[in-house]
């Protein structure tokens, strides 16, 4: 399709995760053979499909964030493997429910596990996956921790009914859109950040600081997606370009250009979006349209924003490796699109 602009920044981006991936490899080594053994099961579906999900790609970034995180503040001990493990099997989890709820064919180019197992093993497994998670938790002994990433199950629990809520909603607002993808998304990153300086004794000012820096990296994470969405790689986005679009998901750039879009336009959007006319020629004039009225610009700038305010919170903190390389991951972040 001709109109589809070229975001993907792909090489560029994953310069940009080297120090932090070079930091943490070998924390990450052991996350990795934690995942697999808390992943197996006596029932042979579970570890089955669990590893179809967990094979499947991904940069693996939030358990990356909770072990540098733990490390910036001196922590010493086994306990920021076992929370970046839980951490990671939260995220699985939450996946195979988006793909549920989303009725999702593909992800990162491969079958969804529901178009392979069925939604009902999709969702138990990712079950399965949370209650690991939290037996994970409590192995640690940190109440602190264990509150912090129980509470932002909750808070992604939320973000999806709320998402239910807006579904197919073209009067969804900006706002609006933004507190779904804080609950959904930002509070995993959040929370992801936080626990590493809980469990290394670190100050509250040093754990607000992380606990910010997770949540705006989170919201520019998500807003990035939004835009490559309609504009990015395959590879890159984890998805097929315009799967948004076919879902009839109402994200920031439908938002935009639905607002500021002609009453013809508008009838274009309710047509495509609201009742599902959403074939390839549809796709192609909604991308004209996001670029005729800035949308795709406006959602990457609004990522940048996010993005300097995860910059700002770290600023206080002192100069260590981890922070810089913190820093190299907001980049790459908004990188995926410059």
């Known amino acids: ?146 509150d912090i990433l129980s509470t932002a199950a909750s808070v992604i629990a939320e973000g999806e009914v709320m998402q239910l809520g807006v579904a197919k909603n073209l009067e969804t607002t900006e706002d609006e859109y933004l507190a779904v993808i804080k609950a959904k998304t930002a509070a995993l990153f959040s929370a992801a950040a936080e626990v590493g300086p809980v469990i290394a004794g670190a100050t509250r000012g040093d754990r607000a600081a992380l606990r910010s820096f997770g949540a705006n990296l989170g919201l520019a994470f998500q807003l990035v997606d939004d835009a490559l969405d309609y504009g990015g790689n395959t590879s890159e986005l984890g998805k097929n370009i315009g799967d948004d679009f076919r879902e009839g998901k109402v994200t920031l750039p439908v938002i935009l250009s639905y607002r500021r879009g002609t009453q013809e336009e508008r009838a274009f959007w309710k047509q495509a979006i609201e009742e599902g006319a959403c074939d390839d020629a549809a796709l192609e004039r909604a991308i004209a349209l996001m670029h005729r009225h800035g949308a795709i610009g406006d959602t990457i700038g609004r990522a940048r924003h996010f993005g300097e305010i995860a910059r700002d919170a770290l600023a206080p903190l002192q100069d260590t490796p981890q922070k810089a390389a913190f820093f190299d991951v907001i980049d790459f972040c908004i990188g995926r699109v410059a």
């Open 1 to 146: 399709m001709g109109v589809v602009v070229n975001l993907e920044g792909g090489k560029r981006s994953a310069a940009t995760m080297a120090r932090l991936m070079e930091l943490t490899k070998d924390d990450m080594a052991r996350v990795n053979e934690l995942i697999l053994a808390k992943a197996g099961s006596d029932v042979e579906l579970i570890p089955e499909l669990a590893r179809h999900l967990i094979s499947s790609g991904g940069k693996r970034l939030r358990p990356m964030v909770t072990l540098a995180a733990a490390q910036m503040f001196g922590y010493a001990g086994e306990g920021h493997v076992k929370l970046a493990t839980s951490v990671e099997f939260m995220h699985t989890a939450t996946l195979l429910h988006d793909d549920v709820v989303d009725e999702s064919d593909m992800r990162r180019g491969r079958k969804t596990a529901r178009m392979i197992w069925g939604n009902q093993a999709s969702v138990l497994v990712g079950d399965f996956l949370l209650g690991q998670a939290f037996r994970m938790m409590v192995d640690v002994g940190s109440l602190e921790a264990l």
